[in-house]
């Protein structure tokens, strides 16, 4: 039976809105014959969240003890996943009804892509969803077209919080970047570098404005300038030594 | 000009050990043409090595100003890099007279090659000196069998902390990986099945044990212990599938 494994890096301060996360997920109809599982790893020295995750039948939690960073905490999630493709969904974002299904759906017609980008609404504090433009052509993606974007741009041409990619790739690749910041940019370059994927034109997710989101912290933008640095480095040396997995 | 960059993470509680791991550092001798730089990038909030650094004439300094732990450290390091090949020192330990000149001879005489290992000398708290045991045979060392043995073993049959390494392999391969424990055996598993490296006799370094020391801290030796070896297995694996 093929699964998907939705990986959460969850910490305490998001225990009020992880339920509603888990019900986005409950929520979700997948293609006849998948299964998925939720895997939700906290972050922090004294973790909170297992009782929210006892109230969903696929999750799995598992508490560190310590503070890892949101990296680290995703890639001991993507440790201990079973499913042939990993979705990352954030603890405080929502998967969009049939998002998980989009997804799937877009890798069964296309066998050979390697990752799926999701399309995001924002999720206002009001509740209400306000619809944002693509940042770049929807439909399939050839490899290495990400990460011209990248280099032309200086930014992702999606939101790489909705991504969804096949386990082994992600592995491969080392999962997500030991990068203060980005460190799921740095991901997508890797992969996107390596394999075609899909950009969703279908809204697969929901993005939670909010006051404790991590990038609106006030000592956010200091190193980011190093981690596109590194990103940028990171393709180019892909390219140059034509590999990188 | 060919250009060596040695990384060090270093944090405020190195700050007795920095000054003689810098002086090991001016006073390498390098093969003719080849120039060094001392990439020493700082973590934690409250910085404090800016002076100690400067000392140095090779060096280049940067504090993170909030505390990232060693792989962030070390990857923002990198992403400073000029060289052609990067060289790891940790903070609390010394280069050898030469350490520098063996690795960039073998580079030059094997020109396939993406990766040197050296072995340290192990210097313990009561000032006795000991031998570190190589675990592989000496000499060209090719793809898989790192691998193989970490695989195996569950354990590195390298030490880490005295590799030399092309730094664009390291980029490709995004640097240290984000793994609790074990973010540079990671780092040396995907590069090491994927390219040739050498492991040299020689020692090239002093590994300093020290009441310091991250490893002796009972954090360090938790259950994460096991979840990051299976990490770098998965790794191993995911690029044996894939390539």
């Not at chain 2, 090779?58 to 060289?87: E, P």
Request: with cysteine; aromatic share 6%.
């Amino acid at each position: 039976m093929p699964l998907v494994s939705v990986l959460t890096a969850a910490h305490a301060d998001r225990a009020p809105l992880l339920p509603a996360t888990g019900d986005s997920l409950a929520a979700q109809v997948l293609p006849a014959g998948w299964e998925l599982e939720w895997i939700i790893e906290e972050d922090g020295p004294e973790p909170v969240l297992a009782p929210v995750a006892a109230a969903f039948p696929q999750a799995s939690h598992r508490a560190l003890g310590a503070r890892m960073g949101v990296a680290s905490t995703r890639n001991l999630a993507l440790a201990r996943a079973r499913g042939d493709l990993v979705h990352v969904l954030d603890s405080d974002d929502l998967l969009a009804p049939g998002g998980l299904a989009t997804v799937i759906d877009a890798f069964e017609r296309h066998p050979d892509i390697g990752w799926v980008a999701g399309q995001a609404d924002n999720l206002m504090p009001d509740g209400s969803r306000v619809a944002f433009e693509p940042l770049s052509p929807t439909g399939r993606v050839e490899a290495g077209a990400v990460n011209d974007y990248v280099l032309e741009h200086g930014r992702g041409p999606f939101h790489p919080a909705g991504l969804t990619v096949r386990t082994d790739l992600a592995r491969a690749v080392g999962g997500w970047a030991a990068l203060p910041r980005a460190e799921d940019m740095a991901l997508v370059v890797a992969v996107a570098e390596l394999a075609a994927g899909y950009h969703t034109p279908e809204v697969t997710w929901l993005y939670r404005q909010h006051p404790g989101q991590m990038t609106r912290g006030d000592d956010w933008p200091d190193l980011d300038p190093a981690c596109w640095q590194a990103i940028r480095q990171r393709i180019e040396s892909m390219r140059k030594w034509g590999k990188g997995v | 000009m060919p250009l060596l960059s040695i990384i060090t993470a270093a944090h405020a509680g190195r700050a007795d050990f920095l000054p003689s791991t810098g002086e090991s550092v001016a006073s390498q001798e390098l093969p003719p043409g080849w120039e060094l730089e001392w990439l020493v990038q700082e973590d934690g909030s409250e910085p404090h090595l800016a002076e100690i650094v400067e000392t140095v004439p090779q060096a280049r300094y940067h504090a993170n100003g909030q505390q990232r732990g060693i792989a962030d450290t070390r990857n923002l390091a990198l992403s400073r890099a000029r060289g052609d090949l990067v060289r790891t020192l940790d903070s609390d330990d010394l280069l050898l007279p030469g350490a520098l000149a063996g690795p960039i001879e073998r580079f030059a005489e094997h020109p396939e090659l993406h990766w040197v290992a050296t072995r340290p000398k192990y210097l313990d708290r009561d000032g006795t000196w000991f031998t570190y045991f190589l675990l592989l045979p000496t000499g060209i060392v090719r793809p898989r069998v790192v691998g193989d043995y970490l695989m195996r073993h569950r354990m590195c049959p390298l030490h880490c902390a005295g590799l030399t390494m092309r730094t664009a392999s390291v980029r490709a391969l995004g640097g240290w990986a984000a793994n609790p424990r074990t973010e540079d055996i990671e780092l040396l598993a995907a590069l090491s099945e994927l390219t040739l490296g050498y492991l040299e006799p020689e020692e090239s370094w002093i590994y300093r044990m020290h009441d310091g020391q991250t490893v002796h801290d009972p954090a360090w030796g938790s259950n994460l212990v096991g979840t990051s070896y299976l990490m770098v297995h998965n790794r191993i694996l995911a690029i044996r599938e894939r390539v």
